[in-house]
Structure formats: C-alpha cells, structure tokens
C-alpha cells in the first residue's frame, strides 16, 4: 500500500505528535508498505530526505516553537501527486493538513485524519469552555475535517470531546503506540550512578520523575507545590524533570520560593534515545496534567516498569487502573498518601513496576501500525 503521513512537526520540532508519525512510518515501512512522509522545514529552504519531504516554512512570531508554510505550488507536491498515494493520512491541521489535501484530491486516495490536540483547552486553557471559544472551534473543525473519511481520535476522552463539536464525521479510536525496545533497555548501578553524579544528585537520593514539556497546561506546578509534604515524610526524595518549554521559569522560581531547590533538578532537553535512563532513574512517575489525549510519555514510564501517579483525567481509561499499575488522584491529600504508599511499601511498589510493564505491551508500534492498516483497508473499500 502507498501511504503518505503528513504533519507540521517531526525532525525538526520534537513532540508528541512527531513521535507518532515516526513510529507509524517506521512500522509500515517493516511491514513492507511504501511510505513516505509531507512535512514541514526547520527553514525558509525546502529539502528532501530519502522518503521525507520537507516544505519550506516560516515563524509564526506569538508561537516561536510553531512553523508554517504557504507553499501551494512545488515540485515536492507534484512529485507526490504523480506517486498516487492509496491513504494520505494527516496528523495536524495547519500547513500540511492543505497540502495533503490537495495530493489526496489530484491522486483520488481516501483522507484518514488523526486529532491529536484539543486547540481550544491549548490556547485558551481554562477559557476554553466559553461559548465564544466553542463556536469558533466547532466552525473551525467543521472545515478543517470536512474532507476527512475517517478522524481518528488516541482516547475515549478524545472522542468524547470530538462529538461535542459535532462533526458529521465517522472517527473512531485507536490509541497511540511507542517503540517498545527503546525503553525496554537494561540500564545498570553504574550507568545510574554515573548520571546522578552528571546532574550532581546525591547518590541516596529515591528519585521520582516527570518528563513533558515544560508549559503551563501540562500543571507541573501543582506537583511542586504538593512535594514539601511529601518531603516531610520521605526527606530523601529528589524530583527529576526532563523537558523543556516556556514554563521552565517559572517552575525554578517556584522551586526557590517552595523551598525545595535542593531536591528538584531540571536537566532540560533529553534526545529521544536517552529518555528511558531519565526514567529508570525513578521509583514513581509523576503527571499533574488533565490536557492530555493519550500521552506518550505514560506509555513510556510503563514500559520503563514505573508505577504512574496521575491527576485524574478520562485520557487515564485502559492506561492507568488505581492499585493496579499505579494510583490516580484528585486532591492533595490523595497525592500525598497514596505517593508514599508506594514509595514505603516494597512489595507493592514492585508490583505495580511488573503491571506497568506488562501493560505496555498493549502499545507496542507493532499493534498500533496494525490497527491503523486495517482501518485503511476498510476504508478504501469506500
């Protein structure tokens, strides 16, 4: 099957949509399909990579992470539309989403799209539920996804969310998948040791970790306001965040102001391939966050064989059971108890690290490439 994955980031702008598109290309591409992907340039100049194809962008000045492209006409786009692509399957809304349409439209292939962001919750944050704010998304979306067959949504709190804007659209949900052998690594005392003398944690320190972007929906904060208690109990504790973003100022700050600057340590940006060390460092993985979809980094912490500790959050449903592979939250006090259940118990810490583990294999790239291919197949049928 010929199929074109198309999204506004991969290489050049790291995040949880780009990992999945590399996931799916380099799964399809084993299973023997034709594979190529549309995206976007880190520049003004456009370039082409083996099966990659990047556009020609620019900066978008109110969002410095955000690149666009105006590109209508290119010898990229001919050069796919003369390919015919059986599935152009789109990953983002802006850029690529118009260019991918306009392949699928020249070579008569069916359009699966993929919502992965809640842009209203993104840019309005608490706002989002205005009626202002809802109407302009629901017209928004209706045009964005009028072309697609099929939208398919990562979560049932993803879905949920969709029917409510209404789109006269079949979707249907199919969870994210991560490359299980890059954090199914052994990772020793020594490499341990080593990494905790690099970033100048004591060696006695119990570590405990998050790793996401540092931005103000992903609720870091409230983790950091809620740790002081957690260090009155357990004073050997120490908080590992792995990210960057526009919040990492403000989360310092707050660190200094808290008082616990001294068992908090930032390490910044980690290459994708070196993340599963920043987690294996931990007892416990830590997430204050209710914007999520399906976040990667849960299917990441699992199959690193750490207990999650999470806000409460629909996106949480066939991810996260409380007792089971780790405790969900809704207060302060619930944090605090349930963290240092975990943390004071061996045996059910040790527990729930073989649940979390097992669990993952439920999101292997194998199963998620799986799942999308037979949709395709459907689909075509069309």
Request: hydrophobic residues 35%; contains cysteine; positive net charge.
């Amino acid at each position: 099957m010929k199929i074109l994955l198309a999204t506004d980031a991969y290489t050049h702008l790291t995040n949880g949509v780009a990992v999945v598109v590399a996931t799916l290309y380099n799964a399809y591409r084993e299973k023997g399909h034709d594979v190529r992907v549309l995206t976007i340039s880190g520049d003004r100049k456009g370039h082409k990579d083996g099966d990659v194809y990047y556009m020609p962008s620019f900066n978008v000045p109110l969002y410095p992470d955000v690149r666009m492209s105006a590109v209508r006409h290119h010898k990229y786009l001919k050069e796919l539309k003369e390919w015919k692509p059986d599935i152009v399957h789109i990953h983002s809304e802006a850029s690529c989403a118009r260019m991918a349409r306009s392949v699928a439209k020249s070579a008569g292939a069916r359009i699966i799209m993929t919502w992965h962001t809640d842009y209203a919750k993104f840019a309005f944050h608490d706002h989002d539920s205005l009626s202002a704010v809802q109407y302009a998304t629901r017209k928004l979306m209706a045009v964005v996804y009028r072309k697609a067959t099929v939208i398919t949504v990562p979560s049932f709190k993803a879905k949920a969310l969709l029917d409510g804007y209404g789109l006269k659209r079949p979707n249907v949900v199919i969870p994210n998948g991560i490359i299980l052998s890059r954090y199914k690594k052994p990772f020793t005392q020594e490499e341990r040791e080593k990494l905790l003398e690099h970033h100048g944690i004591p060696k006695d320190r119990r570590i405990l970790v998050i790793v996401s972007r540092l931005s103000p929906e992903k609720n870091i904060s409230e983790i950091l306001e809620y740790f002081p208690s957690l260090l009155r109990s357990e004073p050997k504790l120490h908080l590992v965040i792995a990210g960057i973003g526009p919040d990492k100022k403000h989360l310092e700050q707050l660190s200094e102001k808290l008082g616990i600057s001294g068992h908090v340590t930032f390490v910044g940006f980690v290459r994708p391939e070196m993340t599963y060390r920043y987690y294996k460092l931990g007892e416990a993985f830590f997430s204050a966050s209710t914007f999520e979809m399906h976040s990667l980094t849960y299917l990441e912490a699992m199959a690193c064989g750490l207990p999650l500790v999470c806000r409460d959050d629909p996106c949480l449903k066939g991810v996260l059971t409380d007792g089971d592979n780790g405790c969900i939250y809704s207060t302060k006090e619930e944090f605090v108890e349930k963290t240092l259940d975990i943390l004071k118990d061996d045996e059910k810490r040790r527990r729930m690290s073989e649940r979390s583990s097992e669990l993952s294999e439920n999101f292997s790239e194998e199963a998620f490439a799986d799942k999308m291919l037979k949709l395709y197949k459907e689909v075509r049928k069309l």
